[in-house]
Every structure is written in C-alpha cells, then in structure tokens.
C-alpha cells in the first residue's frame, strides 16, 4: 500500500533555501516520483520529476534552482531541495508517485503526501 507524507515547508526570505522531503512507503524501483505545488490563483504544476532511471526533469521556472532527488541510505525518502527561492514559489508543496514513467499532468498520479506549506515573502 503507497503513502507518501512530505514534510519540510515553512518561511524563508527571497532568496533563501528549503529542503522538502517526502516519505515513500510502498513505492518501488518502478515509479516516478514528482513534487508538484499549487500557488495562490493559480493551477497546481509539476516542478520536478524523477523516474526510474535515476533522470531528473524539472519545470523551466525552476530550473537550475530546484534539484529532486533520492535518499539511496533509506530508500523511501525523497528531496526537493530549493535554492535562490523568489515569492512566486510560494504555495503548497505535494509529493506525487506512479508506477512507470513520469507525465507532466497531475490527473496522471496515483499517490499523493499531503502537502507542506512553503511562503517566501520579505
């Protein structure tokens, strides 16, 4: 049974870094895993994506500022690391998983963290 549960939001100035991690149980060598986040007035969008071969992608207003990546030491934690964050990366911040290959739509993910807060405000 997959449950995912993220965790690491909070405040931080422009500028500033966070790490956000999500807690994989049930989730093998055979799924994607993405973060995705829902902005205040906007649609929720996929920043980050990992498949299964270890290949990371990621949404062009992210690039090069967030990484996602796999805790190898315990095998079902992910990371969303975000560096030189701006305000219009505030939103909520979900972990999604499906089995296969990454899509970039949101309707195409079977699983999903609850969600952690990120604000980036001065």
């Known amino acids: 049974q997959e449950h995912l549960v993220d965790s690491g939001g909070g405040s931080v100035q422009p500028g500033g870094s966070l790490t956000l991690s999500c807690a994989a149980s049930?989730?093998?060598?055979?799924?994607?895993m993405a973060w995705f986040r829902q902005s205040p007035g906007k649609e929720r969008e996929g920043v980050a994506y990992?498949?299964?071969?270890?290949?990371?992608?990621y949404a062009d207003s992210v690039e090069g500022r967030f990484t996602i990546s796999k805790d190898y030491s315990k095998n079902t934690l992910y990371h969303l690391e975000m560096n030189s964050l701006r305000p219009e990366d505030t939103g909520m911040y979900s972990c999604?998983?499906?089995?296969?290959?990454?899509?970039?739509?949101?309707?195409?993910?079977?699983?999903w963290g609850q969600g952690t807060q990120v604000a980036v405000s001065s």
């Open positions: 999604a998983a499906r089995r296969g290959a990454c899509y970039h739509g949101a309707d195409m993910y079977d699983y």
């Open positions: 990992l498949d299964f071969f270890g290949r990371d992608t």
């Open positions: 049930g989730v093998t060598d055979d799924y994607c």
